[in-house]
């Protein structure tokens, strides 16, 4: 080795452990600056990225930002209203439990404690953590999809809908439609929700199909909702409550963020219809059509959320195996990643690459400096594949053995809530396309921008939970 490279070398290493290894935890003055600071490198980010930034309505992002603060201010420091939250998340959580019910009836009970508890999760066997997903986590997918089937039915979805797409509607002066999709989207999935307005999308403006699309992006359905519960609480009553109230209020803080990034990167130049009419269509001819129907959607989406894991796992195992087994060890890569990083990774992967391309990113949301390489991991797996590798990924890596702080977890348990990944596009293509074929080619155009937007969204509720969230 030359003495330029190990000069090269050297300076790469005093850079990176230098990124690192700075304080974690940021006192409570530190969380407030650097969660309003996110918030406004965010906002930059979205102006940059305008295609038309003289007529953004500067009233609209103020709204949108200014319900999301005072949502957060309301659900983390005033004692009392997190009630509300922490009451339909023990509803969600008493809900896995009758999932249960029907998977212990056609799978049995084995193992004998089949839900991994947080203080097992790092010695527990791959084969059990694989019949836990497979036969825990993907069933309540199926059983939320049959429900909120029958809720649509009944007409109860719809006016909870409703109500949350009058007030954004009254906040933001959106047109009828986008306040309905907007709305929808924090409770069912982004090819479900534009289903509420099906009879307007077809006569869309390009700026109403952007926020009905970066609606989609940025949040998850209830089927996704119950299982990721499971898998970031395991076994523990108290973690799923947990996690069930910080997921609800992700999804519940990414409604109005998702909106000021649409209206930011496409502003809304046309005149709108804002008048409120929900579609009353049923689903199916009767409350047992309508959970047969559900049933159905729902195990599709198991499957095809199963077929993906596999698929996208095997891969990353087999990028991997070029990169550290066979790249890392004949150049020293893996020595040299294991010393720059200091352990927290042991190969030159594609997990160590994410990390670093993306660890900006965290350090902007809020995450301490000793957690932002791991973040940044997690943000490039919801990106580059989907928020379930992600998910998993954050399960694996947040035991009791973990070296994350518990603010981290929560920060980036609202940073992976929504759906704004590259497959998304395709999903919304497809889906939205069917309602309304005229409209495809624009789905198409504005994919990448409704990417965009939807990941400035889950961002901007990472962030702002961060900002609350000191400790």
């Not at 019910?101 to 839900?115: H, V």
């Not at 009879?199 to 403006?205: A, D, G, L, R, S």
């Not at 299982?227 to 409550?241: H, N, Y």
């Not at 990944?421 to 497809?430: D, L, M, P, T, V």
Request: hydrophobic fraction near 50%; proline fraction near 3%.
């Amino acid at each position: 080795m030359t003495q330029n490279e190990t000069k090269f070398e050297d300076a790469f290493d005093v850079f990176f452990i230098t990124f690192v290894n700075v304080e974690n935890q940021p006192g409570i003055g530190i969380a407030i600056a650097r969660g309003l600071f996110g918030l406004a490198a965010l906002i930059a980010i979205a102006f940059l990225s305008s295609k038309r930034r003289k007529n953004i309505n500067w009233r609209l992002v103020l709204s949108g930002v200014g319900m999301q603060l005072i949502l957060a201010l309301l659900i983390f420091k005033v004692p009392g209203f997190d009630l509300v939250f922490e009451w339909l998340a023990n509803g969600f959580t008493k809900l896995l439990s009758f999932t249960d019910e029907g998977a212990r009836f056609i799978f049995g009970n084995w193992p004998e404690n089949a839900w991994i508890s947080a203080s097992e999760k790092d010695n527990a066997p791959l084969w059990q953590i694989g019949y836990i997903f497979a036969f825990k986590v993907l069933p309540t997918i199926v059983f939320f999809s049959a429900l909120t089937s029958l809720l649509y039915y009944l007409g109860i979805l719809q006016k909870i809908v409703y109500g949350f797409a009058w007030i954004l509607s009254k906040t933001m002066r959106l047109s009828g439609a986008e306040s309905l999709a907007a709305a929808a989207n924090v409770f069912v999935g982004q090819t479900e929700a534009p289903l509420v307005v099906k009879p307007y999308i077809k006569n869309m403006t390009k700026s109403e199909i952007l926020c009905l699309m970066t609606g989609g992006m940025a949040t998850i359905a209830g089927g996704v909702f119950a299982a990721f519960i499971g898998m970031l609480g395991g076994s523990d009553i108290a973690l799923q409550q947990e996690f069930a109230k910080h997921l609800l209020t992700a999804s519940v803080l990414s409604a109005p963020a998702a909106i000021v990034f649409a209206k930011m990167l496409l502003p809304e130049t046309e005149k709108v219809d804002q008048k409120l009419e929900i579609d009353e269509s049923k689903i199916g001819d009767g409350p047992l059509e309508s959970i047969s129907i559900g049933t159905t959607e729902g195990i599709k989406l198991a499957v095809n959320v199963g077929g993906m894991i596999l698929v996208f796992l095997a891969f990353i195992a087999m990028i991997n195996f070029g990169l550290a087994d066979v790249i890392g060890e004949y150049t020293g890569l893996n020595k040299w990643v294991s010393r720059v990083s200091n352990g927290q990774y042991d190969t030159f992967s594609l997990q160590m690459i994410l990390g670093y391309l993306f660890a900006p990113v965290a350090w902007i949301i809020g995450v301490g400096a000793d957690d932002i390489v791991i973040a940044g991991q997690l943000l490039g797996e919801k990106t580059v594949i989907n928020e379930f590798v992600a998910y998993i990924s954050l399960s694996d890596i947040s035991g009791p053995n973990s070296t994350l702080s518990h603010r981290t977890v929560v920060i980036m348990t609202y940073a992976l809530c929504g759906f704004s990944n590259f497959a998304s596009i395709g999903i919304q293509i497809g889906g939205i396309g069917t309602i309304a074929p005229n409209q495809r080619p624009v789905l198409a155009r504005l994919g990448m921008r409704a990417l965009l937007g939807g990941t400035l969204a889950c961002l901007m509720t990472a962030a702002v939970a961060g900002l609350f969230y000191a400790s």
